[in-house]
Each structure stands twice: as structure tokens, then as C-alpha cells.
């Protein structure tokens, strides 16, 4: 296997852990992923030897994720997925790290979709500033207001989720 072909395939679970974050359907997300990298295998001679694939593969799968969304909105299709059933069963959380890591989870599928791309490839994948802009196709002045209201809206939706929490109904 050639070296091109190698580093993409080093980039498989950085691509599957974006894929989940955004569409929070395993299946959906496999598919994302698979699609990414076929068309990244097809367009191999785009990419520049020397520099990491890691840029191009997330812009391709960026790509492919806005024309998926494009469709959704165009049949006029609920844009919410189907939650698998393990996230469907009600149990008790042994603690509470679990039920904070729902929480955000939940938070940030509430979001809209370019604040949720935007906030995971800075806090999650780990981009600058500079190089999420690039994937995503957006100024960087336009990168740092989504993140910023990103953040302003999960403090909202997470903050809201808390004060519910604590409110207790007692009915005599």
C-alpha cells in the first residue's frame, strides 16, 4: 500500500468520531465516512503529497454532510434522526459524568448544524481557527462568531437543562 493510501487510512477514526458527533446515528455515520473516503480515493491526485490528508478528508466529508442536509431540507424530511435503541432504554446513570456527557450530547444536536461543525472541529478535532475555516468553506471572522454563538447557545440550552433538574413538582 502506498503512503498516501496509508495516511488516509490513519484518518479513519478521527473521520468516524466527527461523522457520530454530527449525525449521532452509527449507521448514517458509517455511511458518511465511506462515502468520504470513496471519493477521496477517486480524487486521490487532488491532494498534495507532503501535506497531512487530515484537511482534505474532513473538507470532503464536510462537503458530503451539507449536500445530506440539502436533500433532507429539500424533501421536506424531519432533519432529526432516529435515536438507536440503546439510547431509547431509560436507565439509571451509575454517575454523573454519564449524565453530564448526555447532556452536552444532547445540547449539541439541538444546535443548528453550522455551529455543531464548527464547534466540534475546534473543540474536538482539534483544528485552528485558520484550518476549520479552510474545511468548512467560511472566513475565519465567520468561523469565530458560529463558534461564539455555538457556545452561547449550549451555555443556554445546558444552563435550562439544570434549573429543570433541580425543579422539583411535589403534588399533595
Known sequence: MDDR???ILAEIPRLRRYARALLRDRDAADDLVQDSLERA???LDNWRTGDSPRRWLFTIMHHLFVDQMRKVKRRGEASMLQIEASEAMSLP???AEDVASREILDA???ISPDRRA???MVAVEGFSYAE???VLGVPAGTLMSRIA???DELRGLLDDGA???TIRVVEP
Do not use: D, E, F, T
Request: hydrophobic share 50%; net charge positive.
Open 149 to 151: 454563538r455555538g457556545r
Open 108 to 110: 449539541l444536536q439541538a
Open 132 to 134: 476549520a475555516a479552510n
Open 41 to 43: 480515493l477517486v480524487r
Open 93 to 95: 446513570a451509575h454517575q
Open 5 to 7: 493510501k496509508a495516511a
Open 163 to 165: 434549573r429543570r433538574r
Open 118 to 120: 464548527a464547534i466540534l
